[in-house]
């Protein structure tokens, strides 16, 4: 069963930036994936996938302003968060977006002044 962990979360302002990292404890170099983001009193939602082939999408409200990578030889998956906004404060889950799904126990972000 494969194991994510994702790392980089924390406390930022409007307009900072932070740069969330998963783990995968085996190869993901065949799977696409994924991070998604809970907010209180909402439901979880896709942030971001990138392909195995790198090809990658992006949810409208981070459009332009996050970004995803994989390091397929270090069995990472990384998202890059710029123009923070308190509307992007949640708790942020890595993916494999391949049957089976594996999730990360998360990581909380919040955006405060």
């Known amino acids: 069963q494969m194991q994510l962990m994702e790392s980089g979360g924390g406390l930022v302002q409007p307009g900072g930036s932070l740069r969330l990292s998963c783990a995968a404890s085996?190869?993901?170099?065949?799977?696409?994936m994924g991070w998604y983001r809970q907010a209180p009193g909402k439901e979880r939602e896709r942030v971001a996938s990138?392909?195995?082939?790198?090809?990658?999408s992006y949810a409208d409200s981070v459009k332009g302003r996050f970004t995803i990578s994989r390091d397929n030889a270090r069995r990472t998956v990384s998202l890059q968060m710029n123009s923070l906004k308190p509307e992007d404060t949640a708790v942020y889950y890595c993916?494999?977006?391949?049957?089976?799904?594996?999730w990360g126990q998360g990581t909380q972000v919040t955006v405060s002044s």
């Open positions: 993916k494999k977006d391949m049957w089976p799904t594996y």
């Open positions: 085996e190869s993901i170099s065949r799977f696409p």
């Open positions: 990138i392909s195995s082939g790198r090809t990658t």
